[in-house]
């Protein structure tokens, strides 16, 4: 069957990084999926469906093609959508969410357009299916996030994995009808109910990593760590954690679930988890980040493999204060971070001291280390001092920003 990751533009390479390392092959990159973003095409069978949903980092969702075909009419579309295997990944009578994008094709009215495919499900069922308009499938963006209260949270993630979300998209007069097999999004991990300002999503960091080339062998620290998403996301990485462990899936609610291979896949990733990892070090100056990084940590089961501290950034110290990581890290390595850089946080300051401060620590505290680092203002990353190679375009919370990939180096 083919399948489409869908993920944030710019995490494509990343993706497909991850998607080979499955053992799984990709077929195509999109870097324009309409609502979606971008995302990557491959091919696997229903266990690599499973698997994918629980190892991608970088993905927001997981699709199953359901089917591609050419449809100029809506006839047409309610015809060929009929025969399409629905009786796999519906149940008789469910409400379902249609999300339509319509490009160069004669047929653009989006709401016509879902309720013919959705007259073709009922055709194909035998029994009506409901066309549900929830809010909870907006893209949430992470100031949305910020403001949910944890029980608030969870309801929504709970109304978004029990409504299957059908997506349709028309590109000069070609329909492809996928279904949605992850329910709430996949950065939505179950470890993060408190969030400090403008968190970052976990899907981003795990990026960020990746990017890096940071694989759990050498020292990581993060000096703006805010809620904790980069250490966590480090610590899950090193440890070979399942990113999907703590959650569940829309394919778990599909009439052929297997629930004996799931559990399967559940203990060889067991099976093949570490036990040691390279020293992490995350601070911030905000107390109150710090024991929401903490409180996420220890939900993420990864607290004791990272040394939290409240501290500026001008009082970085590379040591663990738990005995069994008394000595320093040994060799270079990883400065991973997100500073504030005057959008959603510290808008309007003038903030080239804070990183001028930042690049002359590093200088002394970690020489040889290599940094990456979120940011939107080249005289920002001007004012660390260091050297930057020219870096990765993403997204983060609707900000165009660049992930810049430097090295430290003396004075």
Same mark, same amino acid.
């Given at each position: 069957?083919?399948?489409?990751?869908?993920?944030?533009?710019?995490?494509?390479?990343?993706?497909?990084?991850?998607?080979? *390392?499955?053992?799984?092959?990709?077929?195509?990159?999109?870097?324009?999926?309409?609502?979606?973003?971008?995302?990557?095409?491959?091919?696997?069978?229903?266990?690599?469906?499973?698997?994918?949903?629980?190892?991608?980092?970088?993905?927001?969702?997981?699709?199953?093609?359901?089917?591609?075909?050419?449809?100029?009419?809506?006839?047409?579309?309610?015809?060929?959508?009929?025969?399409?295997?629905?009786?796999?990944?519906?149940?008789?009578?469910?409400?379902?969410?249609?999300?339509?994008?319509?490009?160069?094709?004669?047929?653009?009215?989006?709401?016509?357009?879902?309720?013919?495919?959705?007259?073709?499900?009922?055709?194909?069922?035998?029994?009506?299916?409901?066309?549900?308009?929830?809010?909870?499938?907006?893209?949430?963006?992470?100031?949305?996030?910020?403001?949910?209260?944890?029980?608030?949270?969870?309801?929504?993630?709970?109304?978004?994995?029990?409504?299957?979300?059908?997506?349709?998209?028309?590109?000069?007069?070609?329909?492809?009808?996928?279904?949605?097999?992850?329910?709430?999004?996949?950065?939505?991990?179950?470890?993060?109910?408190?969030?400090?300002?403008?968190?970052?999503?976990?899907?981003?960091?795990?990026?960020?990593?990746?990017?890096?080339?940071?694989?759990?062998?050498?020292?990581?620290?993060?000096?703006?760590?805010?809620?904790?998403?980069?250490?966590?996301? *480090?610590?899950?990485?090193?440890?070979?954690?399942?990113?999907?462990?703590?959650?569940?899936?829309?394919? /778990?609610?599909?009439?052929?679930?297997?629930?004996?291979?799931?559990?399967?896949?559940?203990?060889?990733?067991?099976?093949?988890?570490?036990?040691?990892?390279?020293?992490?070090?995350?601070?911030?100056?905000?107390?109150?980040?710090?024991?929401?990084?903490?409180?996420?940590?220890?939900?993420?089961?990864?607290?004791?493999?990272?040394?939290?501290?409240?501290?500026?950034?001008?009082?970085?110290?590379?040591?663990? *204060?738990?005995?069994?990581?008394?000595?320093?890290?040994?060799?270079?390595?990883?400065?991973?971070?997100?500073?504030?850089?005057?959008?959603?946080?510290?808008?309007?300051?003038?903030?080239?001291?804070?990183?001028? /401060?930042?690049?002359?620590?590093?200088?002394?505290?970690?020489?040889?280390?290599?940094?990456?680092?979120?940011?939107?203002?080249?005289?920002?990353?001007?004012?660390?001092?260091?050297?930057?190679?020219?870096?990765?375009?993403?997204?983060?919370?609707?900000?165009?920003?660049?992930?810049?990939?430097?090295?430290?180096?003396?004075?």
């Amino acid at each position: 069957m083919k399948l489409f990751a869908v993920c944030a533009p710019g995490l494509e390479p990343f993706l497909t990084q991850e998607i080979k *390392a499955l053992g799984l092959f990709p077929l195509a990159t999109q870097t324009d999926a309409g609502e979606e973003g971008g995302g990557v095409e491959f091919e696997g069978e229903l266990t690599d469906l499973y698997r994918a949903n629980l190892w991608l980092r970088t993905a927001s969702r997981v699709l199953a093609r359901l089917g591609e075909f050419p449809a100029v009419g809506f006839p047409e579309l309610r015809r060929k959508a009929h025969n399409l295997p629905w009786e796999r990944y519906l149940n008789s009578g469910e409400s379902v969410t249609i999300r339509v994008t319509s490009h160069a094709s004669k047929l653009y009215m989006k709401r016509v357009i879902a309720r013919h495919v959705a007259e073709g499900i009922t055709e194909r069922l035998g029994k009506p299916v409901r066309l549900s308009h929830a809010a909870e499938h907006r893209e949430e963006s992470p100031q949305t996030q910020e403001t949910l209260h944890p029980s608030s949270a969870a309801h929504m993630n709970s109304a978004q994995s029990d409504t299957p979300l059908i997506v349709v998209r028309l590109l000069n007069d070609v329909c492809t009808i996928s279904v949605d097999s992850s329910g709430e999004h996949l950065y939505r991990r179950g470890y993060k109910l408190a969030v400090a300002k403008a968190p970052l999503r976990e899907t981003l960091a795990a990026g960020m990593l990746l990017a890096a080339g940071w694989e759990g062998k050498s020292a990581l620290l993060d000096p703006f760590c805010g809620s904790g998403t980069i250490p966590i996301e *480090a610590a899950l990485l090193g440890l070979a954690i399942p990113p999907g462990v703590m959650r569940s899936f829309r394919f /778990q609610a599909w009439p052929g679930y297997d629930p004996n291979r799931w559990q399967e896949l559940l203990r060889t990733a067991e099976s093949h988890r570490q036990t040691t990892l390279a020293p992490i070090f995350a601070s911030d100056r905000d107390a109150g980040a710090i024991q929401m990084s903490i409180a996420n940590a220890e939900r993420a089961g990864v607290a004791e493999f990272i040394q939290f501290s409240q501290r500026a950034v001008s009082s970085i110290e590379l040591q663990f *204060a738990e005995p069994q990581f008394a000595r320093p890290p040994q060799g270079p390595g990883w400065v991973v971070t997100n500073p504030p850089y005057g959008v959603r946080v510290s808008q309007g300051k003038d903030l080239r001291n804070l990183y001028a /401060q930042l690049g002359k620590v590093l200088r002394v505290k970690c020489p040889g280390w290599r940094v990456a680092m979120l940011g939107t203002d080249d005289r920002l990353f001007s004012a660390t001092g260091l050297t930057w190679e020219p870096g990765i375009s993403l997204v983060n919370g609707g900000i165009q920003v660049r992930l810049a990939l430097g090295q430290v180096t003396g004075f």
